[in-house]
């Protein structure tokens, strides 16, 4: 059972954050903290996908001259870890452009508390 958790430590620690993003995005009332929980959220997916994709004793994808060009399984594959870039640098614009529309709120309403804002609107 230990040998389990602690070979899977990468997968736990994705649930533990993956928790703690939805935790934020349910029960906080404001903005802000829903917003850092959904970037919470997006940090235990990327790295979900970096686990995933790592391989023990396996080298980036540059030919070595020690590893011959035929055994394929010695190199990472370089697909996902490109992809979870993108999606970083898709996060943090998607981030500005977030705390951007709660600045806006915040100077319309006054406030960036969930329910406040509600009865405001209404």
């Known amino acids: 059972m230990v040998d389990f958790i602690t070979g899977h430590y990468a997968?736990?620690?994705?649930?533990i954050l993956l928790c703690i993003g939805l935790y934020g995005i349910l029960f906080k009332?404001?903005?802000?903290?829903?917003?850092?929980?959904?970037?919470?959220?997006q940090?235990?997916?990327?790295?979900y996908f970096v686990a995933i994709a790592s391989k023990w004793g396996a080298t980036v994808t540059v030919i070595d001259d020690s590893?011959?060009?035929?055994?394929?399984?010695q190199y990472l594959n370089p697909?996902?870890?490109?992809?979870?870039?993108?999606a970083i640098?898709?996060?943090v614009a998607t981030l500005g452009v977030a705390f951007?529309?709660?600045?806006a709120i915040y100077n319309r309403y006054g406030t960036l508390d969930e329910q406040e804002l509600i009865e405001k609107i209404q």
Request: hydrophobic fraction near 60%.
């Open 89 to 91: 640098v898709v996060g």
């Open 29 to 41: 009332k404001n903005l802000v903290k829903k917003t850092l929980g959904l970037v919470i959220i």
């Open 11 to 15: 997968y736990w620690f994705t649930i």
């Open 79 to 86: 697909l996902p870890h490109t992809l979870m870039l993108t």
């Open 100 to 103: 951007t529309l709660l600045m």
């Open 67 to 73: 590893i011959p060009v035929d055994q394929v399984a």
């Open 43 to 47: 940090a235990s997916v990327v790295l």
